[in-house]
């Protein structure tokens, strides 16, 4: 591992661009039909966000979409006008998991590119093993391999000390063969610039990422995490919900603080088409500078949304539909790397 650099600041830090998974191979999707319904779904989410630009001042997001090819690059320009676009060799669409995770040092882009081996080894494209180093190298960054494997879905900080992770997914041999809970927690405050871990014992039913973060709980402000309560009776996720907010009031920081927690309810339970349970959750939002974007699934989120809009002050809290792009097993949190913006006073390296 590289000498430690700062910490990536939080999601709702001021961002330059938001990078998102342009969905490029029939493969990974199963159909023609799906591969298009998802594009749909992810061309309204990124429209979304360009939108929630215009009807504010100050510093917009800026949208990239990451595509394979020149018909998928074609294909993005025209769901998205006026869209930058990245062609790349890659072969999946989660950018949270194979992009690097971006900061800042001396006016120079810092990339923190882990190890990816396709969760596990269950679902490894051409292209994604090494997407993460070429990114860095295309954004002109200065890149930094973090000698382990770990998704960013993994894995969610406040930019004030605190890190959010899984024990399902973090210790799971399939990752880092023989790591402890010491041993990650040592690998993430390096690598993250962290003082406290707090864990989460398993994720979402059905998830095939083995219980990522950004499905259960998330950061909305220093020490302040959202998480999700049961929907309903027959909500399949109701242990494992209740098991993260029970893991969320238990936490006591090194320094003797605990969470700041805030709920929504889930969207409860969500099939595929063959009558499955589906992973779906509100937690996979994307922030932006000027919104908040959020995955919904059926038409029982009107509550959630309403109930993140007061976690969100000076942003538009917007819902987009996600199923299509949950049928592989994530949503807009999952195909979205942010890129932030250089702090004030840093001056542009000549680098």
Not at 92 to 103: A, C, E, N
Not at 202 to 222: M, W
Request: charged share 20%; proline share 7%; hydrophobic share 40%.
């Amino acid at each position: 591992m590289t000498k430690q650099i700062p910490g990536p600041p939080p999601e709702w830090a001021p961002q330059d661009h938001i990078m998102i998974g342009w969905p490029s191979h029939i493969g990974p999707w199963g159909s023609e039909s799906v591969l298009q319904a998802a594009r749909l779904e992810i061309a309204g989410y990124a429209n979304a966000v360009l939108d929630a630009g215009k009807e504010f001042q100050g510093g917009v997001t800026r949208v990239i979409l990451v595509a394979d090819g020149a018909a998928s690059e074609a294909a993005a320009l025209d769901a998205v006008p006026g869209v930058e676009v990245i062609n790349i060799p890659c072969g999946d669409t989660w950018l949270r998991d194979t992009g690097p995770i971006l900061s800042w040092r001396n006016g120079r882009l810092q990339a923190r590119c882990f190890g990816f081996n396709g969760w596990g080894g269950k679902y490894l494209y051409p292209g994604d093993e090494d997407l993460s180093g070429r990114l860095a190298l295309h954004l002109r960054a200065e890149r930094h391999d973090m000698g382990f494997v770990l998704e960013g879905g993994s894995v969610d900080w406040d930019g004030d000390g605190l890190i959010l992770t899984t024990d399902e997914c973090l210790l799971n041999p399939n990752r880092n063969v023989g790591w402890t809970r010491d041993d990650a927690e040592n690998a993430l405050k390096t690598a993250f610039n962290v003082t406290d871990v707090i864990w989460i014992r398993d994720g979402l039913v059905n998830d095939h990422t083995d219980g990522h973060i950004d499905n259960l709980a998330r950061f909305v402000g220093p020490g302040h995490v959202v998480c999700q309560t049961p929907n309903g009776e027959d909500d399949p996720h109701a242990v494992r919900l209740r098991g993260v907010q029970e893991a969320l009031l238990s936490f006591r920081s090194s320094k003797g603080g605990s969470l700041k927690i805030s709920t929504i309810p889930s969207p409860g339970r969500v099939l595929d088409e063959d009558g499955d349970i589906m992973p779906a959750s509100h937690m996979n939002f994307v922030i932006t500078n000027q919104a908040v974007i959020v995955p919904v699934y059926n038409d029982q989120a009107s509550a959630a949304v309403e109930a993140l809009k007061p976690l969100f002050p000076g942003r538009k809290v917007i819902a987009r539909p996600a199923k299509s792009v949950l049928s592989e097993g994530g949503a807009f949190h999952c195909i979205s790397q942010q890129i932030p913006a250089r702090p004030q006073g840093e001056q542009e390296s000549s680098e």
